[in-house]
């Protein structure tokens, strides 16, 4: 049984990852070549290749993913202040230097793509990456070194890189190092394990001038009880059975989709923006 449905013996599925074969009532699964993803989501919340979840609001220029020996190309995410406190962070621009860093492509948040900070129209093909705009909402970018981007735009920028297992082990920065264990995500370029998300956030800095971050572990709905009821009304639909949400909770669990989505509701100066992007 899987999901809620019967197989029989000797019945096969296969997903993105694996292989399985229904054998006396267990499945034995066989391992496929398997992509990794790392989003950038809420302006804050980073889920790294390995599945590391950690929340950090920056203030700089980051290193999102390089590779660990080749340095030809390279992600960079811009985290900034983006409400009346700094403890709330936007996502303001992804950028992609490749061809040996002679090209820069800025996304900004408000969708205008720059190429060497020229406006380029979509969509834009070169032999090294090839952007599109399949909606209003969302661009896609592909390159030919096995990277691919979908860039949210609304209601908020987020970002969600996906990586081919060829690069398994080769990489590294804040969507960590894809080598398969969530274990070792905080580590440096200088090879230490950092323990916090701060402290390893602040190392992949990509402008020296930008002052280190702090680890902020308060709750924001602790702070105002109206958008915690706010936030817990909706976001609560996450969790509830008989919504639309809950015929996915066999295949995913929502403990965490509800957490972050609190955070982001009580935490963000523009509640809804913030909600929607969540759910
Ligand atoms: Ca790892």
Redesign the pocket.
């Known amino acids: 049984k899987l999901h809620g449905r019967l197989y029989s013996p000797g019945q096969k599925i296969t997903n993105d990852c694996e292989d399985c074969v229904c054998n006396a009532g267990r499945w034995v699964c066989k391992d496929l070549p398997c992509p990794g993803t790392c989003a950038l989501e809420g302006g804050s919340h980073i889920t ?1 290749f ?1 599945g ?1 979840k950690f929340t950090f609001h920056g203030d700089c220029y980051y290193v999102l993913s390089k590779g660990d020996h080749n340095d030809s190309h390279a992600l960079l995410g811009e985290l900034a202040p983006c409400g009346s406190s700094d403890k709330q962070t936007c996502l303001k621009s992804v950028v992609l230097v490749t061809d040996r860093k002679k090209d820069v492509v800025a996304f900004r948040a408000d969708g205008r793509v720059l190429l060497n900070e020229l406006e380029v129209h979509l969509p834009h093909v070169t032999a090294s990456f090839s952007i599109f705009q399949p909606s209003s909402y969302h661009i896609i970018v592909d390159t030919a070194f096995s990277l691919r981007l979908q860039i949210q735009l609304v209601p908020v920028m987020q970002l969600y890189v996906t990586l081919d297992q060829a690069s398994q082990g080769q990489v590294q920065g804040l969507c ?10 905080f580590r440096t370029a200088s090879g230490l394990v950092e323990a916090t998300g701060a402290s390893f956030a602040n190392t992949w800095k990509a402008q020296s001038s930008c002052h280190d971050k702090l680890d902020w572990l308060d709750d924001p709905c602790s702070l105002n009880i109206e958008s915690a009821n706010y936030a817990e009304h909706w976001c609560s639909l996450l969790k509830k059975t008989e919504t639309p949400f809950s015929k996915c909770h066999s295949a995913v669990d929502p403990s965490e989709y509800y957490k972050r989505c609190k955070y982001d509701t009580c935490n963000c100066a523009n509640s809804e923006d913030c909600l929607c992007a969540a759910l």
Do not use: Q
């Not at 960590?176 to 995500?185: H, K, P």
């Open positions: 790294t390995d590391k960590g190092n894809f080598n398969g264990l969530e274990s070792d995500d």
